[in-house]
């Protein structure tokens, strides 16, 4: 079985500063990993994925996530945050024993940028 | 412009009516799946197909039907039975059902009120 676990429902930062959205994965082989964007009444956009390799990945919009096995995280940072960031995330694992290749996604983090 | 479109936008049911939200995608995938969004609750996984003429169940597929005769489509049908259908509803498609580390498309989203 798989889980994710985004710790924080709200996060809310002013513009500018430091980004730090929080996933964790429970998953029984090694995990592939997503990060999705979502905003107000629209649908997800892939941010960025790791699936083997280099544990730092990075993605669109200056985002960047890095795969960290032995605390079972892959939290997605950005080093200055700008309004049009403000929307929600959501954080997903799957794996090479997934059926048809779902995934399973966390509830997802709303971030809120402060001007 | 390849894509999933998601038809129509805002719908409005009776109880007791079954509606029907469709999904198209012309991005030649093979999987095609159906979400439910509810505030706070993350994504949960209606229905999804691998391949032509097959489907299988999701986490929380009661009240709700599926059919999938074309690969570019994968309706999805909101029966009287659904006790609370008011959602958003959000179809996604991924490049082959053999493949876990593919990240998924989505739609832009239907979002049915039941009145």
């Known amino acids: 079985a798989q889980s994710v676990t985004q710790l924080g429902s709200h996060v809310s930062v002013s513009e500018g500063a430091l980004v730090l959205l929080r996933c964790n994965y429970s998953s029984s082989v090694p995990p592939y990993l997503f990060w999705y964007v979502q905003y107000p009444n629209q649908g997800l956009q892939l941010l960025l994925k790791?699936?083997?390799?280099?544990?730092l990945v990075k993605g669109i919009n200056g985002f960047e996530a890095e795969f960290k096995k032995s605390e079972t995280s892959f939290h997605l940072t950005k080093p200055s945050a700008h309004m049009s960031d403000a929307a929600e995330y959501f954080c997903?694992?799957?794996?090479?024993?997934?059926?048809?290749?779902?995934?399973?996604f966390g509830d997802g983090t709303t971030l809120t940028v402060k001007p | 412009d390849g894509g999933i479109t998601q038809s129509p936008k805002y719908l409005f049911r009776k109880e007791g009516q079954n509606v029907t939200l469709s999904c198209e995608q012309n991005?030649?995938?093979?999987?095609m799946y159906w979400y439910r969004q509810d505030p706070g609750q993350g994504l949960r996984l209606i229905y999804y197909s691998q391949i032509v003429n097959d489907f299988q169940k999701g986490d929380i597929a009661e009240g709700y039907s599926v059919s999938r005769e074309k690969k570019e489509s994968f309706p999805l049908t909101v029966t009287s039975a659904q006790k609370n259908p008011t959602a958003f509803y959000l179809c996604?498609?991924?490049?082959?059902?053999?493949?876990?580390?593919?990240?998924?498309?989505f739609g832009p989203g239907t979002r049915l009120t039941v009145l």
């Open positions: 991005l030649n995938h093979d999987a």
């Open positions: 996604a498609s991924s490049i082959s059902r053999r493949s876990s580390y593919n990240e998924q498309f």
């Open positions: 790791y699936t083997t390799g280099a544990t």
């Open positions: 997903a694992v799957s794996h090479s024993n997934t059926n048809a290749g779902k995934s399973t």
